[in-house]
């Protein structure tokens, strides 16, 4: 039977979802039997259990119990894994955060850390996050206690240390409000060409796609053209499009919705360079959004009893 990454592959996509053992009930018969679908997913990105703050929380000890678990299942159905994220200033432990470091030892606590993980994970990624939300909304770079000390050269020492660590993995610098030409995406995308003018190994800009209903930009595929034409590779790494809920009208809110999906997709299509698109979970049920955004949600293409939506389709159809 079809279904969104078997319509992805034939236009030499993947689609995927993001998932993870301990939080989004890999153990639910329901859950697992959408996800482990391969027409549906080709690809599954561990959506808290290689963080830092799980992977390295006391320095130098290192836990891939949880990881490990998403991805042996993954790979026991066939997915390909996005890893996700080795170096961002969110999920840190404090004893990185609030260490008192200077540019020699934070370097090498960004260095082994960057290569403990990504050498254990070797072979099985085929994307890494390397650096994850590096920009504030103005373009400037995030003050991350990475940037304080380090300034850009974090980026670089990460990305060397992956790509010395996992040659075969595509490396991406991953952020959100990136989707649309704006302030941001561009400091993103000079980022990028600046990186690769100075030979350091980056291959693709990871847009989250955390979008509201009805203001999905409209330049997504003038965005993903200029990425395109600067030589990266671009992944669509955590779609998904919430709305104020319980929506005033569920038809209207629904094709929306819809329409929103479509847009993304559409984005992604026509785009060579797009090689993919993951929803940040598959179902309204196992959604980050509620629990961070009050009073949203809706913002994926199953719904809370795993019945798929208008938005669903759009994707389906649009792909
Ligand atoms: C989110 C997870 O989904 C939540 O479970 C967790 O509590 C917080 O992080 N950008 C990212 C993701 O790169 O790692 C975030 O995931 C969502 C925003």
């Known amino acids: 039977t079809d279904g969104l990454?078997?319509?992805?592959?034939?236009?030499?996509?993947?689609?995927?979802?993001?998932?993870?053992?301990?939080?989004?009930?890999?153990?639910?018969?329901?859950?697992?039997?959408i996800a482990s679908d391969p027409s549906e997913f080709g690809s599954i990105t561990p959506g808290n259990s290689q963080k830092w703050d799980t992977t390295e929380s006391s320095q130098g000890s290192f836990n891939y119990a949880?990881?490990?678990?998403?991805v042996a299942w993954a790979l026991k159905y066939g997915k390909k894994i996005r890893g996700h994220a080795l170096v961002w200033h969110?999920?840190?432990?404090?004893?990185?955060?609030?260490?008192?470091?200077?540019?020699?030892?934070?370097?090498?606590?960004?260095?082994?850390?960057?290569?403990?993980v990504a050498t254990h994970f070797k072979g099985k990624m085929f994307h890494w996050d390397v650096v994850n939300e590096a920009f504030n909304e103005d373009g400037t770079f995030?003050?991350?206690?990475?940037?304080?000390?380090?300034?850009?050269?974090?980026?670089?020492?990460?990305?060397?240390?992956?790509?010395?660590?996992?040659?075969?993995?595509?490396?991406?610098?991953?952020?959100?409000?990136?989707?649309?030409?704006?302030?941001?995406?561009?400091?993103?995308?000079?980022?990028?060409?600046r990186l690769k003018a100075a030979?350091?190994?980056?291959?693709?800009?990871?847009?989250?796609?955390?979008?509201?209903?009805?203001?999905?930009?409209?330049d997504i595929e003038a965005n993903l053209n200029r990425m395109a034409a600067a030589g990266a590779e671009i992944a669509i790494t955590e779609l998904d499009i919430r709305m104020n809920v319980p929506p005033a009208n569920?038809?209207?809110?629904?094709?929306?919705?819809?329409?929103?999906?479509?847009?993304?997709?559409?984005?992604c299509k026509v785009t060579g360079r797009c090689v993919g698109i993951t929803v940040w979970n598959f179902t309204d049920k196992n959604s980050w959004v509620?629990?961070?955004?009050?009073?949203?949600?809706?913002a994926l293409?199953?719904?809370?009893?795993?019945?798929?939506?208008?938005?669903?389709?759009?994707?389906?159809?649009t792909l």
């Open 199 to 218: 030979g350091v190994p980056v291959h693709g800009l990871g847009l989250q796609g955390h979008l509201i209903s009805g203001q999905v930009p409209t």
């Open 290 to 298: 509620p629990s961070v955004f009050a009073g949203q949600g809706d």
């Open 90 to 116: 969110s999920q840190l432990p404090s004893w990185v955060s609030t260490g008192s470091w200077n540019a020699t030892t934070l370097k090498a606590v960004v260095e082994n850390h960057v290569t403990q």
């Open 250 to 267: 569920q038809t209207a809110a629904d094709a929306q919705l819809a329409k929103d999906y479509e847009t993304v997709t559409k984005a």
């Open 142 to 193: 995030r003050d991350s206690i990475f940037y304080q000390i380090l300034g850009e050269s974090y980026i670089e020492i990460a990305l060397r240390a992956a790509a010395a660590a996992d040659p075969a993995a595509k490396l991406y610098i991953n952020d959100y409000n990136v989707e649309g030409v704006n302030a941001k995406s561009t400091a993103l995308l000079n980022l990028f060409k």
């Open 5 to 33: 990454n078997s319509f992805a592959v034939r236009r030499g996509k993947y689609f995927g979802t993001a998932g993870d053992w301990i939080y989004d009930d890999v153990m639910n018969c329901t859950w697992a039997r």
């Open 301 to 317: 293409p199953w719904d809370k009893n795993f019945q798929k939506k208008p938005a669903y389709y759009a994707i389906a159809r």
């Open 66 to 70: 949880d990881s490990d678990q998403i």
